[in-house]
């Protein structure tokens, strides 16, 4: 059974940086594609971030793109997602996905495209 498990949020003050974690379970994180999602109350989940079964491909939001770094370590089927230059606007439920399917890298935005959630992990960003 895939079980995804995220850590890592937590409050910071605008301008400093926060690393989330992704712990896949059940499966190798070669047989997936990757994905970091946001989301605040009464706003849809966006994407943020992205990363493809062959750990090479990464993909970001505009609004993440210079700030936030996706990576993984194979090894302990965890994906990484480090967050600098924090501001009030990133304020929210963090979630990570991951999508079995082979059409990631046509539907890594699209949060229905994934098969698998965790939990969810709460990012604070106090101005």
């Known amino acids: 059974q895939v079980q995804v498990v995220e850590s890592g949020g937590g409050l910071v003050q605008t301008g400093g940086s926060l690393s989330l974690s992704c712990v896949l379970s059940?499966?190798?994180?070669?047989?997936?594609?990757m994905g970091w999602f946001r989301q605040v109350p009464g706003k849809d989940r966006e994407f943020v971030s992205g990363?493809?079964?062959?750990?090479?491909?990464?993909y970001y939001a505009t609004s993440a793109k210079g700030r936030f770094t996706i990576s993984r370590d194979v090894a302990k089927n965890t994906v990484f997602l480090q967050m600098n230059s924090l501001g009030p606007e990133d304020t929210a439920i963090y979630y990570c996905?991951?999508?079995?399917?082979?059409?990631?890298?046509?539907?890594?935005?699209?949060?229905?495209?994934?098969?698998?959630w965790g939990q969810g992990t709460q990012v604070t960003v106090s101005s």
């Open positions: 990363i493809g079964w062959n750990g090479k491909t990464t």
């Open positions: 996905a991951a999508d079995y399917g082979s059409s990631w890298f046509c539907d890594f935005s699209r949060s229905a495209a994934y098969d698998y």
């Open positions: 059940g499966r190798t994180l070669n047989s997936f594609g």
